[in-house]
T-cell receptor
Framework: QKEVEQNSGPLSVPEGAIASLNCTYSDRGSQSFFWYRQYSGKSPELIMF????GDKEDGRFTAQLNKASQYVSLLIRDSQPSDSATYLCAVNPLSSASKIIFGSGTRLSIRP | GAGVSQSPSNKVTEKGKDVELRCDPISGHTALYWYRQSLGQGLEFLIYFQGNSAPDKSGLPSDRFSAERTGGSVSTLTIQRTQQEDSAVYLC???????????????FGPGTRLTVL
């Protein structure tokens, strides 16, 4: 089992709809969780981080964490074509407390 | 500077030559990470520095790869006797802290695209 798993996609969502990206992780003791956006040919850009169970909202983005079920998700409301990118989930596991483990990413495509 | 900087942005070299890639982290960040990303692939962890502690080299793919961090700031990743399979984007990231909660968010530089002919 991979430490951090994401569906590779592509996930196609119509403009204006809600895009839902999911991620599961294997280390139950993981403490911090991140979502990065990566445009083609660019480096990853941090868009959200969450440490506690529940929801964290920032503009059109909401991160949701459920430690009991070991998943973290990212919701993008009112999706725009500019949201089309690969979204990387990253987790700081207890087993490697100094590292962040990245998932392989979900490619999101917003269709006009 | 405001963000992580890396140089060069692009490097083309011939097989068998040595290359040096540089990373300048965000001022005040104690942790520095190197990753490699091949085309269409995920991030591959290479090495991690935290303050004055011994680096975590567990991700280095071979002994041709080495890295150092001088004065707790700038880091150099060196690849000796480059091979074609070393072609990738090399990304550097820094964080204020490492491990645990709060302050361990990583911020990435723009990367160095290495092409080995």
């Amino acid at each position: 089992q991979k430490e951090v798993e994401q569906n590779s996609g592509p996930l196609s969502v119509p403009e204006g709809a809600i895009a839902s990206l999911n991620c599961t992780y294997s280390d139950r003791g993981s403490q911090s969780f991140f979502w990065y956006r990566q445009y083609s040919g660019k480096s990853p850009e941090l868009i959200m981080f969450i440490y506690s169970n529940g929801d964290k909202e920032d503009g059109r983005f909401t991160a949701q964490l459920n430690k009991a079920s070991q998943y973290v998700s990212l919701l993008i409301r009112d999706s725009q074509p500019s949201d089309s990118a690969t979204y990387l989930c990253a987790v700081n596991p207890l087993s490697s407390a100094s590292k962040i483990i990245f998932g392989s990413g979900t490619r999101l495509s917003i269709r006009p | 500077g405001a963000g992580v900087s890396q140089s060069p942005s692009n490097k083309v070299t011939e097989k068998g030559k040595d290359v040096e890639l540089r990373c300048d982290p965000i001022s005040g960040h104690t942790a520095l990470y190197w990753y490699r990303q091949s085309l269409g692939q995920g991030l591959e962890f290479l090495i991690y520095f935290q303050g004055n502690s011994a680096p975590d080299k567990s991700g280095l793919p071979s002994d041709r790869f080495s890295a150092e961090r001088t004065g707790g700031s700038v880091s150099t990743l060196t690849i000796q006797r480059t091979q074609q399979e070393d072609s990738a984007v090399y990304l550097c990231a820094s964080s204020r802290l490492a491990g645990g909660s709060w302050g361990n968010e990583q911020f990435f530089g723009p990367g160095t695209r290495l092409t080995v002919l």
